[in-house]
C-alpha cells in the first residue's frame, strides 16, 4: 500500500515537472536498511532484482561459488552483461561461522578491472545482518563476478540471504532525487486574498519572494576572509552556514600552554555575526597526535587531564551557545590519541564535559572514509554506527552524525546506502568537510562533485551541507570554487547552478476565482506582496517541513 502510494506522489510530481509519466518505467529505490542483527533475514529489496538468489540451505552460500587465479572466492555471483553508467544498488543479508564476529567486503570483478569495495558489514555468528551498496562500471562487463571475502585472515564461512541486484538508469536515479526534493525540501502554499469584509478576491497580482533558505548549505572558511571584502561578499552572496577551517583547532588558539588567543576566531565569529550566518564549531579535540599541540603531546597523567578539561572550559564557556555543533573529538575512528594517553573513558568524558559547558549545542562524531568509500576498515558504516552507540550506551549526549566526505571518485549508490544505513539512528546527518581529490583535474572534479551534493541533498536524514573550499593565496586544501579573482572554477559554476535550482526565484502571478494563489517552494522565509487597484499590502512567512499545504491569509 505504501509503495502505491509513493509511486503515486511521484507520478504526481514528475507531472508538476513537466515530465511525462511514461518517462519513469522502473521501480522506485528502496531506502530500506537494517543495523540490528536479525534471527532471519527480511526479503530481498526488489525481488531481489537481476540476481537470481536461489537458497541452499545451511551449509554456507547463496548463489554460486566460483575459482579464478587469484583464489576461491565464496559465495560469489556470475553476473552477465552489466552496462557502463548503470547505477546498480547491491544488498545481502550475511551471516558467518567460525568467528563471533567479521567485517565482510563485497567487491565485483569484471573482465578489465577490480571494485575493491562495493559494501561491507560487521557480520556476526547466530544472527544475520544487513549490506548494503552498490557501484557503476566505468566500462560495459559480460562477465562478471560478486563475490564476499573476510576482511582480515581468519578463516570463516560466510553464508548469504536475501540478495538483490536492482539496475537504475541515471534519469531513474535522478528522477527519485527530484522527487525527495520535491516532497522533502519543498512544500505546497497557497495565498489566500481577501478584503476587510472577508470577501476573496480575484486578480489580485501577486509577487512571492524566498528572503532565506531553511538548509544549510555552506563553507569552510579562514582568517583570509578578514578584511577582504570581495572575498567576504562573494561568500555571503552563496552560503548559510560556515565553518572554521582550522582557528579554532587546540593548536591554533593554544599555541603554548596557558597563552590562549581567541582573537582571530572572534573576528570571524564577527564576521559571521553581522552576516546572520550558521556555524559549526570544528573542533574541540583532535585526535590524531599530528594536529596536536607539542607541548599537549608531552603531558601525560593529571597534566594532560587537567590541560584538556582546561581547553574543554575556556573554548565552551566562551563560545556558549555561538556555535549550533561541535565536533568534539575529531576522527576517533582513525586515531585515539587521548585515549591511549587517559584511559578508554577519555572520548567519553569529553562529551559529558562539553554538553555541561554548551548544553545547547549538538554534539557531533566527525570522520572521513565513512561515506567516501567502503575499503577503510577503520571507518566502515558499521564501524561508525558501533562507535557512536558505545559513546551514546555510555552516557554521552551525542545527537549528530558528521560525514566528511573527502571523495576522490564517488559511488553514488553506496553513498546513498551507507545514508540510508545511518539515517535509522535517526539523528541529523551532516556532510561537514565536502571536496574532490586535486589529483583529478578541474573538469572532474566538478562533475563529482554535482553527483556528491545532489546525493547529499535529496537525502532526506542529510540535515546540511559544508564545502571545505576556504580560499587562500596560495589555493584551498583540495578543491577551489574560484580563483584568486574571485572568478568561478568549475566547481564554483556547479555550486552557483545547484543553488539557483535549490530556491524558490521570484513568483509573480493573479489570484484565482476562489481569490487564491498556490505554488510549491523550497523551504525557508518568505515575503508576498500583493496589489489591487490602488491598495497594496505586504506580510511574512515561513515554511517549515511538514506534510500538509501552507495557508497564508493576506487581506487588502
Known amino acids: 500500500m505504501e509503495d502505491t502510494f509513493s509511486f503515486c506522489l511521484l507520478m504526481f510530481f514528475l507531472l508538476l515537472m513537466g515530465s511525462s509519466v511514461a518517462s519513469f518505467d522502473g521501480p522506485l529505490y528502496d531506502s530500506t536498511a537494517y543495523t540490528e542483527c536479525k534471527m532471519q533475514p527480511e526479503a530481498a529489496l526488489y525481488g531481489g532484482g537481476i540476481i537470481n538468489d536461489q537458497a541452499s540451505g545451511a551449509e554456507g552460500s547463496l548463489g554460486n561459488s566460483a575459482t579464478t587465479s587469484t583464489g576461491v572466492y565464496s559465495p560469489s555471483f556470475i553476473l552477465h552483461n552489466l552496462s557502463q553508467g548503470t547505477i546498480y544498488c547491491f544488498s545481502s543479508w550475511v551471516k558467518i561461522e567460525g568467528a563471533g564476529s567479521a567485517l565482510i567486503r563485497a567487491s565485483l570483478k569484471t573482465e578489465k578491472e577490480t571494485y575493491d569495495c562495493i559494501g561491507t558489514v560487521l557480520a556476526k555468528h547466530g544472527c544475520w545482518s544487513f549490506l548494503k551498496g552498490g557501484f557503476v562500471l566505468n566500462s560495459p562487463s559480460q562477465l562478471s563476478m560478486l563475490f564476499f571475502q573476510n576482511t582480515d585472515d581468519r578463516d570463516v564461512n560466510i553464508e548469504i540471504a536475501s540478495s538483490s541486484l536492482q539496475p537504475f538508469s541515471v534519469q531513474q536515479w535522478r528522477t527519485y532525487q527530484q522527487y525527495i526534493i520535491n516532497t522533502k525540501r519543498k512544500r505546497a502554499v497557497t495565498v489566500h486574498v481577501s478584503n476587510e469584509q472577508g470577501k476573496r478576491l480575484q486578480g489580485v497580482t501577486i509577487n512571492i519572494e524566498q528572503v532565506s533558505k531553511d538548509f544549510p548549505f555552506g563553507s569552510a572558511i579562514a582568517k583570509t576572509i578578514l578584511g577582504n571584502l570581495p572575498y567576504q561578499n562573494w561568500f555571503v552572496k552563496r552560503f548559510n552556514a560556515a565553518v572554521f577551517e582550522n582557528e579554532l583547532k587546540w593548536y591554533a588558539t593554544e599555541p603554548e600552554q596557558g597563552k590562549t588567543n581567541y582573537t582571530i576566531a572572534d573576528q570571524m565569529l564577527q564576521f559571521v555575526r553581522a552576516n546572520q550566518i550558521t556555524a559549526r564549531g570544528h573542533n574541540i579535540f583532535w585526535e590524531d597526535p599530528k594536529y596536536t599541540p607539542a607541548w599537549v603531546r608531552n603531558l601525560t597523567g593529571n597534566e594532560l587531564h587537567s590541560a584538556v578539561n582546561s581547553r574543554i572550559e575556556s573554548l565552551m564557556s566562551k563560545y556558549r551557545e555561538e556555535f549550533i555543533h561541535w565536533d568534539v573529538s575529531n576522527e576517533m575512528l582513525h586515531f585515539d590519541f587521548y585515549e591511549q594517553k587517559l584511559g578508554p573513558n577519555a572520548t567519553l568524558h569529553f562529551f559529558e564535559t562539553a554538553h555541561k559547558f554548551d548544553p545547547l549545542a549538538t554534539l557531533f562524531m566527525n570522520d572521513f572514509n565513512v561515506v567516501e568509500t567502503c575499503s577503510d576498515v577503520n571507518s566502515t558504516v558499521d564501524a561508525y554506527i558501533s562507535r557512536l552507540r558505545e559513546l551514546r550506551y555510555g552516557g554521552a549526549l551525542m545527537d549528530g552524525i558528521g560525514l566528511e566526505g573527502h571523495f576522490i571518485v564517488p559511488n553514488p549508490p553506496l553513498i546513498r546506502a551507507i545514508l540510508d544505513k545511518l539515517a535509522t539512528l535517526s539523528l541529523p546527518i551532516w556532510l ?125
Not at 573538469?443 to 551534493?453: D, G, N, P
Open 432 to 556: 561537514t568537510e565536502v571536496d574532490i581529490s586535486s589529483t583529478l583535474g578541474k573538469e572532474a572534479q566538478a562533475i563529482y562533485l554535482e553527483q556528491v551534493l545532489r546525493e547529499g541533498f535529496s537525502h532526506p536524514s542529510v540535515n546540511g551541507i559544508m564545502l571545505w573550499t576556504a580560499l587562500h593565496p596560495n589555493g584551498c586544501y583540495q578543491m577551489c570554487l574560484t580563483d584568486s579573482n574571485l572568478q568561478n572554477l568549475p566547481a564554483g559554476d556547479v555550486v552557483d547552478k545547484l543553488l539557483k535550482e535549490w530556491q524558490t526565484g521570484e513568483i509573480e502571478g493573479e489570484t484565482d476565482d476562489h481569490g487564491s494563489y498556490s505554488f510549491f517552494g523550497f523551504l525557508g522565509e518568505y515575503k508576498v506582496s500583493v496589489k489591487y487597484g490602488n491598495k497594496t499590502s505586504s506580510s511574512t512567512f515561513s515554511l517549515c517541513q511538514g506534510e500538509e499545504t501552507r495557508h497564508v491569509s493576506i487581506q487588502l
